[in-house]
């Protein structure tokens, strides 16, 4: 049986853990969790240590991120002989058999170095709407036979399952990121290692977000980050192509400013991408670092 590590980022996560952190101890296969807290200020450690003694507890007293908290308690399974580790949100809940077949399917396809489940939404209602964008153009069509892998060139990382010779070639979450983007930056780093990534149809988890109305601040913000992801992606082996690349994604949103005469929108997203040139030596550094 292989040793599997399940690793859990948490902040103010207390409505979330029994359903999350129970599913884990009904589940069919064994597993080991390391929980990495980002300074939670309501219940979910003292709920943790009262409910959950099985669970190895980090607290790092402040807000790392999403990837630098993985981080640490993905580096912690490895030293501790973990073959797989399962990445999963702490607003998502597995179902009894989840980590068993995602276990089973990445034994028969070792080139796969990320696996993911089928991502449902909280109330069961449907596929979750930011899961569906990626995985739609894959999914078998109606009377097709159903494989039991299918590749996609991203997933996002609420259920992650990683073979170890995937975290170890492909490297983990990269520090230039601290929440979004960081999980698009390992995914191009795995397909750029020759691994692939995939979905499996057959099992799921349930994961309990709800879509938010972006602002036009969120938007700019994001701008930004996915400016960056293009940036780090070193299958854009030329930097400046690259930034052309972040230039022409910022295009069409300036130019649409421009036309609803959204002056300063248009003069965020300017600043937006002065801000990507003026990372350039952050970006360099951090190419070459992975």
Known sequence: MKKVFVVI????????????????????????TIV??????DATIPMLEADYPEVTLIRSGRNLGF?????????QALQQGADYVFLLNQDAWTEENT?????????????YGIVSPVHLSGDYSGMDAGFAQYYSASQPA?????????PVEFVNAAAWMMSKACLEKAGLFHPVFFHYGEDN???????????????????????????????????????????????????????????????????????LALAKLKWGNAWKIIRTYTGLISL???VKKGRSEQ
């Open 99 to 111: 980590i068993a077949v995602l276990i089973n399917v990445m034994e028969q396809h070792p080139e």
């Open 9 to 32: 980022v948490t902040y103010n996560g207390a409505k979330w853990i029994h359903q999350c952190f129970g599913s884990l101890r009904s589940g069919s296969y064994p597993v080991q």
């Open 185 to 255: 930056n390992l995914a191009q780093r795995v397909l750029y290692y020759g691994f692939r990534i995939g979905v499996c149809p057959a099992v799921t988890i349930c994961h309990d977000r709800h879509a938010r109305k972006e602002t036009e601040e969120m938007i700019i913000k994001h701008y930004k980050v996915y400016g960056l992801v293009t940036l780090m992606d070193i299958r854009r082996r030329n930097l400046f192509i690259a930034y052309l690349k972040a230039l022409k994604d910022l295009g069409k949103p300036f130019l």
């Open 36 to 41: 990495v807290d980002n300074g939670s200020t």
């Open 67 to 75: 990837g630098q908290a993985n981080n640490m308690a993905i580096k």
């Open 142 to 150: 109606p009377g097709e036979p159903v494989k039991d892998i299918y």
């Open 280 to 282: 350039y030596p952050v």
